[in-house]
């Protein structure tokens, strides 16, 4: 029920009105009738009527008037004028007051009537617009995580401009960010014996809500990071604002180790964490993303339960074009060394092709794009396409006669490349733990040399660098540092006047007694022994 109001100095309109309209009938309870818009306005600020139905002509204030008090302090009361006038200039005025309508006195009831069926039509279609609006605003409420996900998706998958980046920001509340930024992606390898009892989708799902839980808490006290979920059911951290690229690195590791461990220990299952590079703005997150998931591929390499980063398995990155979907499960394939993977990628390829019947020149086009994939990769790894060992030319597939031979062609090439991506990347773990032990070997007299200096020096990560330091050297870096300390004491004992405590200094102990533990230990006899010890057997 709408209220309204009537307001007319004619007391006989005004008893007319009341009397021989059913006012509940057309929808409306009549709150009062006032004999001057001054009296009429005192009502309207405590009533706050739907509806005003007022004559022009009034003692001390008119129709007019008060219609343009209504109009500016509640504009969404409508208003009916009643008058005796019919000039142009009141119409007017009406008009730009925005009145819902205007009559000419004198007005029938069935007018009236009338006017007042037609003005609740248009209130009852606005009241529902305006529900629609509050249950949709009601929804948007609900719908902003969810919304949110998918901006942020959005931005390191395919990536925004910086004002419409800001603009987002600001629309989700999320606060302004800073770079360097990084991008690494969470993935479940499978639910373990868990599978086995699971009764529907449900159980799976709810496990993949506890993973993100997990993360969820350990970086909820963190400002420096923004947590989603993509359509794809990865969960996805993008890191930023650190001093520099090496210390979000390092942050971005800690964190990802934590979040595996955590979910291997409370939930029983095990996730695989890639990690991309650094870039220097948020318009560069999508190449950060794709490398960390470049980096998730290389669980087929690596195992399960890992932290995988791409600066340690593929070093520095090389110019190269965005790859859709499939040519980067190609590439993924021959970097990661999996020949049988790739061959299959390309049988399915050449598959599709025969059952499409395209043109020729359409099948020469995407067997072009499968080369081009392969150049791609060929370039990352340092390999000429020119090269005697792998000549591979966009024109080759038109030496072919048959889809049959290019498939033929191209396994032969993948697996070639198979075997020379692992011989890069044996190459470049060789060079880097050469760079680790060259830095060892002249700063091993600093007391503060640490594992994390090192992995800093050579731009890897602390897990991934001490199981490749122990795989290439036969020793942990804490047992290769204390050899070559020691070692370097064993010289300086033989060919030196120095004191103990001297030595100590200048093989990176501080203190004297803890050097000496650690040379009795290492050696076999304490430093002054070993000094006592005749030339020939000291050299032993």
Not at 12 to 40: C, M, P
Not at 195 to 208: C, K, M, Q, V
Not at 266 to 289: D, K, M, V
Not at 347 to 362: M, T, Y
Request: hydrophobic share 40%; net charge negative; glycine share 6%.
């Amino acid at each position: 029920m709408y209220k309204v109001i009537l307001v007319d100095d004619e007391s006989v309109v005004r008893d007319g009105l009341k009397n021989t309209i059913d006012w509940q009938k057309h929808g409306f309870a009549l709150v009062g009738d006032y004999a001057n818009g001054r009296e009429a306005w005192d009502a309207i600020e405590d009533a706050k009527p739907d509806l005003v139905i007022s004559d022009i002509s009034m003692p001390f204030m008119d129709g007019l008037e008060l219609t343009g008090l209504i109009a500016a302090n509640y504009p969404y009361i409508k208003v009916i004028i009643l008058t005796g006038y019919d000039e142009f200039e009141y119409a007017q005025q009406a008009i730009r007051l925005k009145v819902s309508d205007f009559l000419l006195k004198p007005i029938t009831a069935a007018e009236i009537r009338e006017l007042l069926d037609k003005v609740r039509a248009e209130m009852d279609q606005e009241k529902q617009r305006r529900e629609d609006l509050t249950r949709l605003h009601s929804q948007l409420h609900q719908s902003l995580p969810l919304l949110k996900e998918r901006f942020l998706e959005r931005l390191v998958a395919i990536g925004l401009s910086r004002p419409e980046i800001e603009e987002r920001f600001a629309y989700f509340g999320i606060p302004a960010v800073s770079p360097p930024y990084l991008a690494m992606a969470a993935d479940i390898d499978d639910f373990g014996d868990r599978e086995t009892h699971f009764s529907d989708a449900h159980d799976a799902e709810f496990l993949r809500f506890a993973a993100f839980n997990i993360f969820e808490e350990t970086v909820q006290h963190r400002e420096d990071v923004l947590l989603f979920r993509t359509r794809e059911e990865r969960m996805v951290a993008i890191l930023f604002g650190h001093e520099d690229e090496s210390a979000l690195s390092e942050q971005a590791f800690g964190i990802a180790e934590e979040v595996r461990h955590l979910v291997n220990r409370f939930l029983g299952f095990t996730l695989t964490i890639g990690i991309g590079r650094p870039c220097a703005s948020a318009e560069q997150l999508p190449q950060s993303y794709r490398g960390a998931l470049s980096a998730l591929d290389y669980r087929f390499l690596m195992g399960k339960n890992r932290v995988l980063g791409i600066a340690d398995l593929e070093g520095e990155p090389a110019a190269a074009r965005s790859p859709d979907e499939g040519s980067r499960r190609l590439a993924a394939a021959v970097r990661t060394g999996s020949a049988a993977e790739a061959c299959a990628h390309i049988e399915d390829s050449v598959r599709e092709l025969k059952r499409s019947r395209l043109p020729i020149e359409a099948c020469f086009l995407h067997m072009q794009k499968l080369v081009l994939t392969l150049m791609d990769v060929m370039q990352e790894l340092g390999i000429r396409s020119d090269s005697e060992a792998l000549p591979l030319w966009l024109t080759d597939v038109y030496k072919f006669k048959t889809l049959d031979e290019i498939e033929r062609w191209l396994k032969e090439i993948v697996t070639a490349l198979t075997d020379a991506a692992a011989s890069s990347r044996s190459r470049f773990i060789r060079e880097q733990i050469g760079k680790a032990t060259a830095y060892i070997e002249a700063n091993y007299a600093s007391d503060r040399l640490t594992l994390q200096e090192i992995c800093r020096h050579v731009l890897m990560s602390t897990s991934h660098f001490s199981q490749m330091f122990k795989q290439h050297t036969g020793e942990t870096f804490v047992e290769y540092l204390t050899r070559v300390r020691m070692d370097k004491a064993k010289t300086l004992l033989r060919t030196t006047p120095l004191k103990f405590y001297e030595i100590a200094g200048q093989v990176g102990y501080a203190d004297p007694n803890y050097f000496s533990l650690l040379f009795k230990k290492h050696a076999g006899l304490s430093p002054r022994d070993f000094r006592d010890l005749p030339a020939g057997e000291a050299s032993r």
